[in-house]
């Protein structure tokens, strides 16, 4: 009885040892699991209060290091519609800037050409200042920075809209949206740059890339005018690799301009004032519009003389079918004619038999020529010799008969 109590007591703490340490080893894997997932989140998405403040990833610091690019120097954000790519631009230690990272666009909202006003959910175009108040480290969707539309030039043309920014969530209204992943990396690189001393970075909007054959390509577009602008500026940092300097007046964008005289202003609807372009920099963008302008308008010729060609062919094609479609109208209106009058009409020698018993039918011989101006020996022998048809009727000659009655045989 002792004994059996023992064994029942050891038993029981053998049970009670044995939940226990699995009551610890569930609490060590819940422990591991949290950490591993706060890692995840705290690494690859660094959500929280202080997601703003994480630094940019591994690869981008390995790129900049391979670069030559300090951490904290500008940057420049090129972006463009067609091809749904945005371009991280970074100063290198020598003072030109090099692509640092090529992000596809997750999501623009709109058609190629700039924003009119608010509501019409299109993606601006043009060339926008990012100031360090307008980032929004607490934006619903993830990071976000405001471009700053609309700038000078488009209050000049009287376009509105707001809150057109390069944020996160991939989800566009009238913005440029990238996963909370890439808005990670460049809201970042935006940070850093203000850290260094930029008061400012740019970002060009672009339908396309400003190249003579997407131009063309668009030639008929109504926009064709302000994209031609566009590209002036987009030479200008294709020839120098360093951000123009962006003005306004007239109502149009001027780059690279310096007044020549102290203290006038570029006013966005005044006339401009005088001002000049560094000479280096003018020839090289001069060059290169020129080459560009060349390409452009051999291309354009050969897009048009395609395009005639083929508005001839299809108005070729439409005559052959209405020809075509006339004359089978034609055909089928006589054939329900003949059709109407074949029941109407009888034979002739039909009419013919009728009239006149068959064995009252005079016999005839049983030749007739197929073609009359065709004729053959044989055909002339024939009409010549033999007493039938209408030689031997024209000569008086008629049918064989005879008054002579055979008698009857016996």
């Not at 002792?2 to 422990?31: L, W």
């Not at 740059?193 to 930029?198: H, I, N, R, V, Y």
């Amino acid at each position: 009885m002792i004994f059996g109590r023992f064994s029942s007591s050891a038993e029981n703490r053998q049970a009670d040892h044995q939940r226990m340490h699995e009551r610890a080893y569930t609490r060590v894997a819940a422990v591991l699991l949290a950490g591993v997932l706060v890692g995840c989140q705290a690494d690859d998405f660094a959500s929280g209060p202080n997601k703003h403040k994480a630094p940019v990833s591994a690869s981008i610091k390995r790129k900049m290091a391979d670069l030559n690019m300090p951490s904290t120097s500008p940057i420049m954000i090129r972006i463009f519609k067609e091809e749904s790519e945005l371009e991280v631009w970074k100063q290198t230690r020598t003072g030109k800037f090099k692509l640092l990272e090529e992000f596809e666009i997750c999501k623009w909202s709109g058609k190629l050409g700039p924003k009119f006003k608010e509501g019409d959910r299109q993606a601006p175009e043009g060339f926008y200042e990012v100031t360090p108040a307008l980032m929004n480290p607490n934006s619903s969707y993830h990071l976000a920075f405001n471009l700053g539309f609309p700038n000078r030039y488009d209050q000049a043309h009287g376009r509105t809209g707001s809150h057109l920014m390069v944020h996160g969530a991939c989800s566009s209204r009238g913005c440029y949206a990238m996963t909370d992943e890439q808005v990670q990396d460049i809201y970042a690189l935006a940070r850093d740059s203000f850290k260094g001393g930029a008061r400012s970075f740019q970002v060009q909007a672009f339908p396309f890339r400003m190249t003579p054959e997407n131009l063309a390509k668009h030639h008929d577009s109504e926009h064709l005018a302000f994209w031609k602008m566009l590209k002036t500026g987009y030479d200008h940092f294709e020839v120098t690799n360093t951000p123009p300097a962006i003005s306004v007046c007239e109502k149009k964008y001027v780059f690279d301009a310096t007044p020549l005289v102290d203290g006038v202003p570029f006013r966005a609807s005044a006339k401009c004032p005088a001002y000049e372009v560094s000479p280096r920099i003018a020839m090289a963008v001069a060059a290169k519009q020129n080459r560009d302008s060349e390409k452009f308008e051999t291309i354009v010729a050969r897009l048009d003389a395609r395009e005639e060609r083929k508005q001839r062919w299809e108005d070729r094609q439409s005559q052959i079918a209405e020809v075509l479609s006339f004359g089978d109208e034609g055909t089928e209106a006589a054939v329900a004619a003949a059709s109407e009058a074949a029941p109407a009409e009888t034979p002739p020698t039909a009419v013919a038999n009728a009239e006149s018993p068959a064995e009252n039918q005079p016999v005839e011989a049983a030749f007739a020529a197929n073609n009359e101006s065709r004729t053959s020996s044989t055909a002339n022998f024939f009409k010549r010799w033999v007493p039938f048809g209408p030689k031997a009727a024209e000569a008086g000659v008629g049918p064989i008969a005879t008054d002579v009655v055979p008698a009857q045989k016996p």
